[in-house]
């Protein structure tokens, strides 16, 4: 079975930590500061007279409402309450100008963007983390990129999971044996918007998300009213296709959010569960006109 390489042995793999990341604490400090100048401009126009001057009281009051809000929907722990999720999605949406902006500075200075996607992988990491530090969710599915599938499989198992063999080409048997052990139905999606919808209508407590850096984000950015895993591929080829998944990684999601044990199928999760217990979600099909016509997560 095909093992993802040593982090030294992979080029320009980086392994996702555990910790938040230094994204965590650029978008803390920018928020603060954002805040901070709001605050100081309303101080500084509240004793002047004119419209001019109530027309800065008015723009730094709304510069300081606007960081706090960013604020709190980065910082409050995830909640399907319609005042948290308002909050996150408008984090979320801030996060999208944040990053288009860091990702600009860095390409001034040669390709360094790829950290700064990782890192804000490892916020959102760090973050679901805690969220189900003391509770297990119920509902929890892997969804994968058909790139992790390879190009030469005898089964195009890409159309039917159940029919995946342990051929030794690709990664797929051991994802699949290891979702087997615990319950969980995988999900091959061809396209990203495919797989935001799709998520959207099966609405997991949780999904263990495989996909390039900045799929990942985008996904992650994009639905945030699911929490989302992310787990980044290893592109020996640079190109969206016969990829790897990092298995230790996605090893150590599973018996962290789900146990070492495995569970019973969950009454929650709303697929029809066949005999082979290798689900290919339904939801996420595509047609074989679909398979191979575009690039994996291209939008």
Not at 32 to 50: D, E, N, Y
Not at 118 to 132: E, M, T
Not at 142 to 152: A, D, F, K
Not at 232 to 250: F, K, S
């Amino acid at each position: 079975m095909r093992e993802l390489p040593a982090p030294g042995q992979a080029g320009e793999f980086l392994p996702v930590a555990a910790g938040a990341g230094a994204y965590h604490w650029i978008r803390l400090a920018g928020g603060t500061l954002l805040a901070a100048a709001g605050l100081l401009a309303v101080r500084a126009a509240l004793p002047m007279q004119g419209i001019g001057s109530a027309a800065a009281a008015l723009a730094g009051g709304a510069l300081a409402l606007a960081a706090a809000g960013y604020l709190a929907g980065t910082l409050l722990p995830f909640s399907r309450s319609a005042p948290r999720l308002w909050l996150r999605r408008y984090a979320m949406a801030g996060d999208r100008h944040l990053l288009r902006t860091l990702l600009r500075l860095a390409r001034l200075v040669g390709d360094k963007t790829d950290p700064i996607l990782r890192s804000f992988v490892q916020a959102n990491n760090a973050a679901v983390r805690a969220l189900y530090r003391r509770r297990k969710p119920d509902n929890v599915m892997v969804l994968l990129p058909h790139c992790v599938i390879w190009t030469r499989c005898p089964k195009k198992v890409v159309k039917d999971l159940a029919r995946c063999t342990d051929c030794e080409l690709c990664q797929m048997e051991e994802i699949l044996g290891l979702s087997d052990r615990a319950s969980l139905p995988v999900g091959i999606a061809i396209r990203s918007a495919e797989a935001y919808s799709q998520a959207r209508g099966m609405g997991p407590d949780l999904t263990l998300a495989v996909a390039c850096d900045d799929r990942l984000v985008k996904g992650i950015t994009r639905v945030p009213e699911l929490p989302a895993f992310g787990l980044p591929l290893h592109l020996p080829r640079e190109a969206c296709h016969d990829n790897l998944v990092d298995l230790g990684g996605l090893r150590e999601a599973v018996a962290y959010f789900v146990g070492a044990q495995p569970r019973p199928a969950r009454a929650g999760v709303p697929v029809p569960v066949p005999a082979s217990p290798r689900i290919r979600l339904p939801a996420l099909a595509a047609s074989p006109t679909q398979v191979g016509a575009e690039p994996a997560g291209s939008a």
